[in-house]
């Protein structure tokens, strides 16, 4: 019997099968499109990694933890170019929580960073437009993760390293049953002594009693705009609630846009994504007042993809609640790709008999959203 079954090959469940492999148990990762398939939430060209969390230390401390291993994966496999070192810019106005916040953390984690004071922001970043003053953090060392093809690699080494990887859905198990096995489309079934469903926007569906609505699933249109000679690292704003973004461009794509707020709810299995006329023209509206040249760029190429976000913003990383044997893995709420190897560790740890951080637990997740968590 197998020690352990993975279910999804996205971001969390790919490092969690090569951490329970290494541990020295024996793995098998079920994915039903593939590792970093274009329906997943981890399908995306790229994912910003950055240390800043406000005064949430601990995804700091996972942020850098997770920052050194992708590196390390990377040059294992050798294509270093799935981490682009392009820095990370954040702006808000002086005396945000976030960016107060995120100093102090970044003070007393040694954390490499330049507080840059409004003229510096202009000096530096000339493309960028602001009718008022507001001031930056940057962070040298971050940048942007190629996502899609950074989880096939880790599905890669995880293979290498002796997982089996299965293609195939496998049929949402009864809830609240000691789980012996599942079932997988075309009728394998694997034994196994424990269980993690790493589901990602689908576990709702898989668990709809313990998950239902403790992960609401969300709609998020992604822009790449065609933007020669914009010179910009990757560049998250806190100036007002639209929550934008920018990546530069990286992996043959265009300068990449996105809102971090939660759109409309989706299915991710038969979601359109096709972006709306009031998708493209929400973005287009933020990138013309953030960078004025920017206003008549062409749009090259567009993504529909979706959060799955727990009430807080703190994943999910716990046992069912009534079954022992099956842990959920989730909750990514629009900031997990980067995380995904302190994940993996973390859920290796847990299965070793380390206790469960209050706020991944299951008992946290409400069913009403209150983000707390950027
Ligand atoms: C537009 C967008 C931008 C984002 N930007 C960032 C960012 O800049 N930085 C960052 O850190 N995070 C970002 N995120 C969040 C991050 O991408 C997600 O938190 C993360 O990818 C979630 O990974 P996952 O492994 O939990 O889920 P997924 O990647 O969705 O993986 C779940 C897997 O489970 C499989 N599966 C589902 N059901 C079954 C079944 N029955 N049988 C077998 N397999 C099944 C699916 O095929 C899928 O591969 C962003 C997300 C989006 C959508």
């Not at 760029?297 to 703190?314: L, R």
């Amino acid at each position: 019997m197998t020690d352990c079954v993975v279910v999804g090959a996205g971001v969390f469940g790919s490092w969690t099968a090569l951490r329970l492999r290494e541990s020295g148990r024996s793995v098998v990762l079920v994915d039903a499109f593939g590792a970093g398939n274009a329906k997943a939430s981890s399908g995306g060209a790229s994912r910003v990694i950055r240390l800043g969390y406000g005064a949430d230390e601990i995804y700091t401390r996972w942020a850098m933890r997770s920052l050194h291993l992708w590196k390390e994966l990377f040059a294992r496999a050798g294509r270093g170019d799935l981490f682009q070192h392009t820095g990370v810019l954040w702006t808000a106005r002086q005396g945000h929580p976030h960016g107060q916040g995120t100093l102090e953390t970044f003070r007393k984690l040694g954390v490499a960073h330049e507080a840059l004071s409004a003229p510096e922001v202009r000096r530096r970043y000339p493309a960028l437009r602001f009718a008022e003053e507001i001031v930056g953090i940057f962070e040298p060392e971050s940048g942007a993760l190629l996502a899609n093809q950074a989880v096939r690699a880790v599905a890669r080494e995880a293979a290498r390293m002796g997982v089996e990887v299965v293609e195939g859905a496998v049929v949402p198990p009864v809830e609240g049953t000691h789980l012996a096995r599942i079932a997988i489309d075309g009728g394998r079934m694997i034994e196994a002594a424990t269980f993690v469903f790493a589901c990602g926007p689908w576990l709702p569906k898989l668990f709809p009693q313990a998950v239902g609505r403790r992960i609401r699933v969300t709609r998020q249109p992604t822009f790449y705009f065609d933007a020669p000679g914009v010179d910009m690292p990757v560049w998250i704003d806190f100036t007002d609630p639209r929550g934008g973004y920018t990546i530069p461009p990286v992996a043959g794509k265009g300068f990449k846009l996105a809102l971090d707020r939660h759109g409309a709810p989706f299915d991710p299995d038969s979601g359109s994504r096709v972006v709306t006329e009031e998708e493209e023209a929400a973005a287009r509206a933020f990138l013309a007042e953030r960078f004025p040249a920017l206003g008549d760029a062409p749009v090259m190429e567009t993504e529909v993809c979706q959060y799955e976000s727990t009430s807080s913003g703190d994943f999910l990383i716990d046992r069912h609640p009534a079954m022992a044997n099956v842990w959920l893995v989730g909750g990514g709420s629009g900031h997990g790709f980067k995380h995904g190897p302190a994940v993996g560790a973390y859920v290796t740890a847990l299965m070793d008999g380390t206790d469960n951080e209050p706020r991944f637990s299951w008992r946290s997740k409400l069913e009403t959203a209150a983000r707390s968590v950027y």
